[in-house]
């Protein structure tokens, strides 16, 4: 028995020892294999449960280092790993964490981006991509408006895909002009600007467009023409603009430096502003990607948010700006104070209470914000000392 024992022993002892010499020195007999080959991947299977993808997500993160450390005789960093052409890089690449939404499919597969060009029901969709849009205008409107409206649609070249927001359900009237055969109607009864902007302008959905008009709909527009304006802006590099506002005509301009100033910058546009407007705001694609983020969802108004845009530049100084050679006049009509409880008295005066309200709000939970940020600015400072 003893013998036995020792025999039983000493063979256990030969075992692990060839075990650990194997390990230290590891040398590749096979060749390499995509992590997929004989491993579950997440996405190939849709009947794969959720726990199912973590879990082969898991046992994939532990044997990536083991086949990316293993000793391989390809003659370069790029060769494939597996029969269909997959590399390690790829396979990496694969691995990286996706973002919510995305985690059962390919990367290959994946739209992030959209547009608000309305598209064909027939022929080849390749066809319908390079429609040749590179703005935006979006116009918040009622019928009541709607000889304005017109003219304003009128200085936008076929370059602008146009959004019409409809705050007074009336959509189908404006079939009178044929244009609006070519636009999107979008409609919520008695909502405002902002309420819309922040449902249907998506970073990701206007994307696509250089410059994005945010526009209310009573702007006088006899001395605008839009592309020349876009050139104008473009070629300051200025991501924040709106057009000068004409102080002989109209509402005059609240800020100073919002009129027009023809002198202030060689007539075509002056800068140092570091603020535009909310009745003709214009955005760069950039810019227009942090206002939206700015933009509360609750607070529809909007109020507030014109005395911060400046955040969304680098250099307020040089890229906010008020164009003067293409001008327009503010005629002032109080359209969104008209759309409250018409059965309530007052209704009007409660709209404008609101108003100043989500100012105060929106005042507040910046400063909040801004002193949060400031607080992890200085503890993190701290640790590093």
């Given amino acids: 028995m003893t013998m036995k024992a020792s025999s039983i022993l000493t063979a256990l002892s030969t075992a692990l020892f060839g075990f650990f010499i194997g390990i230290s020195f590891p040398v590749e007999i096979t060749p390499k294999l995509g992590y997929c080959a004989f491993l579950p991947c997440g996405g190939t299977n849709s009947s794969l449960s959720s726990s199912d993808n973590n879990n082969n ?109 409809h705050y007074d359900g009336h959509t189908t009237e404006w079939e009178e002009f044929e244009w609006s055969k070519k636009v999107v109607h979008v409609s919520a009864r008695k909502q405002t600007k902002w309420w819309f902007a922040k449902r249907f302008l998506h970073p990701s959905i206007v994307a696509p467009y250089e410059y994005i008009f945010l526009w209310d709909e009573d702007l006088g527009v006899d001395n605008f023409v839009a592309e020349e304006y876009v050139s104008i802006v473009r070629k300051n590099g200025v991501d924040i603009s709106q057009p000068g506002l004409d102080n002989s005509r109209g509402k005059r301009a609240r800020y100073a430096s919002t009129a027009r100033n023809p002198a202030a910058g060689a007539g075509e546009m002056h800068k140092n502003t570091r603020f535009v407007e909310m009745m003709a705001p214009v955005f760069s694609r950039d810019a227009w990607t942090c206002v939206w983020h700015m933009a509360q969802n609750d607070l529809v108004h909007g109020w507030g948010l014109d005395h911060n845009f400046w955040r969304c530049v680098d250099n307020p100084e040089e890229q906010m700006g008020v164009v003067d050679a293409q001008f327009v006049v503010h005629r002032g009509v109080p359209t969104l104070t008209t759309q409250g409880n018409g059965e309530q008295d007052g209704s009007s005066a409660k709209v404008r209470s609101r108003q100043f309200d989500e100012m105060g709000i929106f005042k507040r939970r910046i400063a909040d914000a801004d002193k949060a940020q400031a607080n992890t600015i200085s503890v993190a400072a701290d640790h590093h000392r």
């Fill in 57 to 165: 997500n898991n046992i994939l993160k532990f044997w990536a280092p083991l086949v990316r450390n293993s000793t391989s005789t390809a003659p370069s960093n790029n060769a494939t790993v597996s029969g269909n052409g997959t590399s390690s890089a790829d396979v990496e690449a694969a691995m990286v964490k996706k973002p919510r939404g995305e985690e059962r499919l390919p990367p290959g597969i994946v739209a992030r981006e959209s547009d608000l060009h309305m598209h064909r029901l027939w022929g080849n969709p390749r066809g319908d991509v390079a429609s040749g849009k590179q703005y935006l205008l979006t116009l918040t409107v009622g019928y009541s408006e709607k000889a304005n409206v017109n003219a304003t649609i009128h200085k936008f070249s076929d370059k602008f895909d146009i959004v019409l927001f």
